[in-house]
């Protein structure tokens, strides 16, 4: 494994958001969800599509806060526009499990 620096690992911006609205998007090629999610006002909301159907709904996202790389540049799924890298990890069956705080935090506080 490569090391970094720390210099290296700054320029990766982790945030914190809250997933204000989630929809299914069938039109993908592996089945995902649509969200938006508040980093607040310094970031403000921004989309992505994330391949998460295996452990959510899109009903039971909303209000449910969420790592996401913010200064990726934006990425064409399809159709749809995702412009933030919400995060996660495999389970034991390789399905995405998201990654969060373990207590609320404010919108847009950053990972150190």
Request: cysteine-free.
């Amino acid at each position: 494994m490569a090391e970094i620096t720390y210099d290296d690992f700054m320029k990766v911006d982790i945030r914190v958001g809250t997933i204000t609205h989630a929809e299914p998007y069938p039109e993908a090629r592996k089945p995902a969800i649509k969200v938006w999610v508040d980093f607040g006002p310094e970031i403000g909301e921004r989309k992505s599509s994330a391949q998460i159907t295996a452990h959510y709904t899109p009903e039971e996202l909303v209000g449910r806060q969420v790592m996401g790389v913010v200064n990726f540049p934006p990425r064409q799924i399809g159709k749809f526009m995702s412009e933030v890298l919400v995060l996660g990890a495999p389970d034991t069956e390789g399905e995405v499990v998201l990654l969060r705080p373990d207590q609320a935090v404010p919108n847009g506080a950053r990972m150190f």
